[in-house]
Nanobody, 121 residues
Framework: QVQLVESGGGLVQPGGSLRLSCASSGSIFGINAMGWYRQAPGKQRELVAVITSGANTNYADSVKGRFIISRDNAKNTMYLQMNSLKPEDTAVYYC???????????????WGQGTQVTVSS
């Protein structure tokens, strides 16, 4: 079984920064794509950023230039550096990873439990 655990959420003032982490554990042979999604109250879950196994990245237009996604393959961990935070960034942030627990490759998507980010003065 594979588990993802997010950390780093909290309360921050507008213009501030936070760094989210997503650590994976369990039976992992390989990890393909990784990403962050968020869900604000009353809204659908939306993609924030993704990073491929080749470190190619893609961002939602609303966070481009402010957020940076990265991964540490040796630690099976992913990060989201969030700068210049705005009140509209307030949401529960979820990480996901596409993992193969074994060979032959057998990819499955796993999700973290979510971490709350609140941007408010």
């Amino acid at each position: 079984q594979v588990q993802l655990v997010e950390s780093g959420g909290g309360l921050v003032q507008p213009g501030g920064s936070l760094r989210l982490s997503c650590a994976s554990s369990g039976s992992i042979f390989g990890i393909n794509a990784m990403g962050w999604y968020r869900q604000a109250p009353g809204k659908q879950r939306e993609l924030v950023a993704v990073i491929t196994s080749g470190a190619n990245t893609n961002y939602a237009d609303s966070v481009k230039g402010r957020f940076i996604i990265s991964r540490d393959n040796a630690k099976n961990t992913m990060y989201l550096q969030m700068n210049s935070l705005k009140p509209e960034d307030t949401a529960v942030y979820y990480c996901y990873m596409r993992v193969s627990p074994r060979v032959p490759l057998d990819w499955h998507d796993y999700w973290g439990q979510g971490t709350q980010v609140t941007v408010s003065s």
